[in-house]
């Protein structure tokens, strides 16, 4: 083995999970702190549950199906948006009665590297790792261009968390550049691959063909896809509704199939306002082959988001042939290129939306050329034979 990792994450995170994956697949030693109840990954040497900010209350905050369903955590969900609001003021005053018991844990796991996944709240639990042991952070998404700016103690707990790390992964060059305006040190090392740690071509190549009536999903008609969930302040779903009746005047068959929103509420009412329940097909969160045959059964690829980092989703469509319409954002712009292989578009507004999907469906050569440069981009910067020499060799850097 090359060396003992000590992750703290969210154990439930396919993202997660597949990073711990990969890892693994090098050579390491992996002992797992979740911030949410999880069973836990295979091969794991310790595992350890510490609720962060309010973690256990959460939506889907247990592994325990019923206890999922309490009225508060039922509640909980139906107003997210109030509830990450408040989660910005009171998480932070949440970490300190954690410390102690991190710290125990970091003595009795003696790990050659404590790697947080992400800032909140995982890495500013990770800033107390005692001095002698190579700290580093990731950040995903939103850490630095929606989260750290939430209230005065998220700005300090990430200010503090970036001050303490010895050195950063991303999944975006802009949090690299934002990271040292953070307070990383100048100099510290820094490795910028996928959140999940690689793209898995093979299993993407052997996923089965979809089945449309499996789900109910009229077949033979163009499939939009949008499996970014619910995402408040960052990814505007209202706007995504909105467009749909604007793309169903042009392609009157089309379904819209959205992953991870069965059991939303908002998102139903959305439908509703819309009156376009027979066109949209609102599920569960599915599996990984499940969403990649997904993926390669659709024609469009939509994320309206304002605030991301290098969503795996869309990495993964690309890999699948899917076209791109993403936010026109810093982050999303170092993968695609608006002129060659996916649309940037304002998120906030629902005929711009329209408008990319309805040309993207009308121009089949246009799909066709985006998906051969996109596999080809997937392959040579996100595809796991791509990215694990890289991480191997960031992570020796800093257990050495």
Same mark, same amino acid.
């Given at each position: ?92 005053? #949440?970490?300190?009665?954690? #410390? ?11 790990? =050659? ?57 991303? =999944?975006?060059?802009? =949090? ?39 789900? =109910? ?88 988001? #304002? ?79 791509? #990215? ?13």
């Amino acid at each position: 083995m090359k060396g003992h990792i000590l992750l703290i994450a969210d154990g439930r995170s396919p993202t997660a999970r597949s990073w711990i994956a990969n890892i693994q697949a090098i050579g390491y030693k992996v002992s797992l702190i979740s911030s949410f109840a999880c069973q836990p990954p295979p091969k794991m040497i310790h595992y350890h549950h510490i609720p962060l900010a309010f973690s256990q209350f959460s939506a889907g905050g247990g592994h325990d199906k019923k206890s999922q369903q309490t009225g508060l955590r039922r509640f909980i969900k139906r107003f997210s948006p109030i509830f990450q609001g408040l989660r910005y003021w009171i998480g932070p005053l #949440t970490l300190p009665k954690h #410390t102690s018991i991190y710290q125990v844990l970091v003595n009795r796991i003696q790990p =050659d590297l404590v790697h947080a996944l992400r800032i909140p709240f995982e890495g500013m639990l990770g800033s107390y790792t005692p001095k002698e042991v190579p700290f580093i952070v990731g950040t995903w998404g939103n850490d630095l261009t929606l989260h750290a700016k939430g209230s005065p103690l998220m700005r300090s707990s990430t200010h503090r968390c970036l001050q303490r790390a010895n050195g950063l992964t991303s =999944d975006t060059y802009r =949090d690299v550049r934002l990271a040292h305006q953070w307070g990383l040190k100048e100099g510290s090392p820094a490795l910028v691959v996928p959140g999940s740690g690689g793209i898995n071509i093979e299993g993407i190549q052997k996923a089965p063909r979809f089945s449309p009536a499996h789900y =109910d999903i009229p077949d033979g008609q163009p499939i939009v896809v949008n499996p970014r969930g619910i995402r408040p302040g960052s990814v505007h779903q209202d706007v995504f509704f909105a467009a749909i009746p604007k793309i169903l005047e042009k392609y009157p068959g089309c379904s819209f199939v959205c992953p991870g929103l069965g059991d939303v509420t908002q998102a139903h009412d959305w439908v509703a306002k819309f009156d376009i329940e027979q066109h949209t097909f609102l599920m569960p969160n599915l599996p990984q082959t499940e969403l990649w045959s997904l993926f390669k059964a659709s024609q469009v690829f939509v994320s309206p988001s #304002t605030h991301d980092g290098t969503p795996n989703s869309l990495l993964e469509s690309m890999a699948c042939g899917c076209y791109p319409v993403v936010g026109d954002i810093e982050s999303l712009r170092e993968w695609i290129d608006g002129e060659k292989n996916g649309s940037l578009i304002d998120p906030r507004d629902p005929s711009a939306i329209a408008k990319a999907v309805v040309e993207a469906l009308d121009n089949k050569d246009l799909r066709e050329k985006a998906a051969k440069l996109n596999l080809s981009i997937i392959q040579a910067r996100a595809a796991q034979d791509s #990215t694990q020499p890289k991480i191997d060799q960031f992570y020796s850097q800093l257990i050495n």
